[in-house]
């Protein structure tokens, strides 16, 4: 099979998309830990050397799959807060609107989710090289808090945690500063939000949930609500998030 007709589209997408097309499709069945180029090949009719012309080793395909997934959802993400914004949206609403676009881009591509935020690839460490895209859901995250902050929507916690800062200068950096009191803690509590929205997203995507909530994505917008309390962010489940 020529590469360029590997995916029957009107875009007649490129050699390298072709095969990562190909190995989502083979992520979705074997997972990430049974990915092969010579399985990739086989799903695509191709020789195992066509694919290495491209991608020499399985690992340069992880880390494209990977890049793509974290781009794709926080694609979702930004496109959902732009709309959003755009409708006048409070801080709240905007945070339900991409929390919302990333559980379902997370639904719609179980394989990508489970690659990015499942269980580590066994003898697969992600380069550098994915650290950008990586950054673009918590910068999203952080864009919302920081405007939340500066527009006077945000409480002030109701007691400040002790102890001495946890940051990295690189958390710093992507909130714009550290806040003074009562807020100079925002940037640890946004992380906590963060891994908070993660650990839902594994609970329903992996079917944690489902034998003990009565309806899922009406929890989700709960969840959401009590994790952005920790941020004295108010958030309203089941709110339009585009109607301000």
């Known amino acids: 099979m020529d590469l360029s007709s590997a995916i029957p589209t009107d875009e007649n997408p490129t050699p390298r998309a072709a095969v990562k097309a190909g190995a989502r499709r083979q992520l979705a069945k074997v997972g990430a830990a049974g990915l092969s180029l010579e399985g990739v090949a086989k799903d695509l009719g191709l020789g195992t050397a066509e694919v290495e012309a491209l991608f020499p080793h399985r690992d340069d395909l992880l880390t494209a799959l990977v890049i793509d997934a974290y781009d794709a959802s926080a694609s979702a993400m930004e496109q959902a807060d732009l709309a959003a914004a755009k409708a006048g949206a409070p801080a709240g609403a905007r945070l339900l609107a991409v929390t919302r676009a990333l559980r379902q881009w997370s ?13 580590p690839v066994p003898d697969y460490h992600a380069p550098q090289d994915t650290v950008p895209s990586a950054s673009r859901t918590p910068a999203v995250l952080a864009g919302i808090v920081r405007s939340a902050l500066e527009g006077g929507e945000l409480a002030p916690p109701r007691r400040a945690v002790p102890g001495p800062p946890l940051l990295l200068p690189a958390a710093v950096e992507l909130f714009g500063g550290v806040p003074e009191a009562p807020f100079s ?3 640890e509590r946004g992380i906590v939000l963060w891994s908070n929205l993660i650990g839902l997203l594994v609970f329903q995507v992996f079917s944690r949930t489902h034998d003990s909530v009565r309806d899922e994505a009406a929890f989700f917008d709960y969840a959401v609500a009590v994790a952005a309390e920790s941020i004295g962010l108010a958030v309203f489940p089941g709110e339009d998030s585009v109607s301000g």
């Open 185 to 187: 803690d925002i940037i």
């Open 107 to 119: 639904f719609d591509n179980s394989g990508e989710f489970t690659l990015i935020y499942g269980s």
